[in-house]
């Protein structure tokens, strides 16, 4: 078996997890691989080094090493290679994580075929002017329609398949799927979400009312979303940098055709998971 490690190692403790883990494929009779410009970092392992691309496009599946970011990071490229992600924590929280530094010894499930995977719905978000993408991306946890300039309440118009429904002032809003309902739209006051339970969440950021709550839509709808102040807004997707929108433009966000797939190698549900998360930031 091929295993591509994508490692964050600006993450402390990613070198190390990373040294370990293939140690670890090696003893197992597992070839594993990493990218060619991290050579320097990981010589004496036994690693095999190749240009990402053909890394991605050879390997079985990919091991992502170090918090939520850089598991998305690396779930974004095994999306385009068709692959399945397995995270390893080698940061804090880490939810989407499979496993921890001291369970790597379950990696031989891998091998023997002791694993599930979680397919998770993704968004397409893009943003349009007068009919035209001018951009367009995948998002696994969320896309955030929010200000970027001066800090002063921005006016959010939400059109629900094509229908107004509803408008914020505030921050901005975030549409999360179920796996993002952990992270920004979290923070927010947005509900935790089941990733079983396909779902777009529309979280108000800051919103100047006593009445901004999450609203939760059915996974095929489409959102639509305008400025109705002259604030300057971006889109960011899953943490990237924000892409501007030009005033006159509107952002529209919807189910993505295509999803990502999570390796699960233990059996602990997605409460426990999120229970044990938090019980350790307490």
């Given at each position: 078996m091929?295993?591509?490690?994508?490692?964050n190692?600006t993450?402390?403790n990613a070198?190390e997890v990373?040294r370990q883990i293939?140690?670890?494929?090696t003893?197992?009779?597992?070839?594993a691989?990493?990218?060619?410009?991290?050579r320097?970092?990981?010589?004496?392992t036994?690693?095999q080094?190749?240009?990402?691309?053909?890394?991605?496009?050879?390997c079985?599946?990919?091991i992502?090493?170090?918090?939520?970011g850089?598991i998305?990071?690396?779930a974004?490229?095994?999306i385009?290679a068709?692959?399945?992600v397995?995270?390893?924590?080698?940061?804090?929280?880490?939810?989407?994580?499979?496993?921890e530094?001291h369970?790597?010894?379950l990696?031989?499930?891998?091998l023997?075929?002791g694993?599930?995977t979680?397919?998770?719905?993704?968004?397409?978000?893009?943003?349009?002017?007068n009919g035209?993408?001018?951009h367009?991306?995948l998002?696994?946890?969320?896309?955030?329609f929010s200000?970027?300039?001066?800090?002063?309440l921005t006016?959010?118009?939400?059109l629900?398949?094509?229908?107004e429904?509803?408008g914020?002032?505030?921050d901005g809003?975030?549409?999360?799927?179920?796996?993002g309902?952990?992270a920004?739209s979290?923070?927010a006051?947005g509900?935790?979400?089941?990733?079983?339970?396909?779902?777009l969440?529309?979280?108000?950021?800051?919103?100047?009312s006593?009445?901004?709550?999450t609203?939760?839509f059915?996974?095929?709808?489409?959102?639509?979303?305008?400025a109705?102040?002259?604030s300057?807004l971006?889109l960011?997707?899953?943490?990237?940098?924000?892409?501007?929108?030009?005033?006159d433009?509107?952002v529209?966000?919807?189910?993505a055709?295509?999803?990502?797939y999570?390796?699960?190698i233990k059996?602990?549900?997605?409460?426990?998971?999120?229970?044990?998360?938090?019980?350790?930031?307490g």
């Amino acid at each position: 078996m091929n295993i591509a490690i994508i490692p964050n190692l600006t993450r402390e403790n990613a070198r190390e997890v990373t040294r370990q883990i293939c140690a670890e494929l090696t003893k197992l009779g597992a070839c594993a691989m990493l990218d060619e410009a991290v050579r320097p970092e990981f010589t004496g392992t036994n690693a095999q080094f190749l240009p990402q691309d053909r890394m991605l496009g050879s390997c079985d599946l990919v091991i992502a090493v170090g918090g939520d970011g850089s598991i998305i990071y690396a779930a974004h490229k095994a999306i385009g290679a068709n692959k399945p992600v397995l995270g390893i924590n080698a940061g804090r929280l880490a939810f989407l994580a499979g496993l921890e530094q001291h369970e790597l010894p379950l990696l031989e499930r891998l091998l023997t075929g002791g694993y599930t995977t979680e397919r998770r719905m993704l968004l397409q978000a893009q943003i349009l002017q007068n009919g035209n993408v001018l951009h367009e991306a995948l998002c696994i946890n969320d896309a955030i329609f929010s200000r970027t300039g001066a800090a002063k309440l921005t006016g959010v118009e939400v059109l629900v398949n094509g229908r107004e429904t509803c408008g914020y002032l505030g921050d901005g809003v975030i549409v999360a799927t179920p796996t993002g309902s952990t992270a920004y739209s979290l923070s927010a006051g947005g509900p935790i979400v089941d990733p079983s339970l396909e779902s777009l969440l529309l979280t108000p950021i800051c919103p100047h009312s006593l009445s901004g709550r999450t609203l939760l839509f059915a996974p095929q709808t489409e959102l639509t979303l305008r400025a109705t102040t002259d604030s300057e807004l971006g889109l960011t997707c899953d943490g990237a940098v924000p892409l501007p929108v030009p005033r006159d433009a509107e952002v529209r966000i919807r189910r993505a055709e295509t999803s990502a797939y999570f390796i699960r190698i233990k059996t602990d549900s997605f409460i426990e998971v999120y229970h044990t998360k938090m019980q350790q930031r307490g």
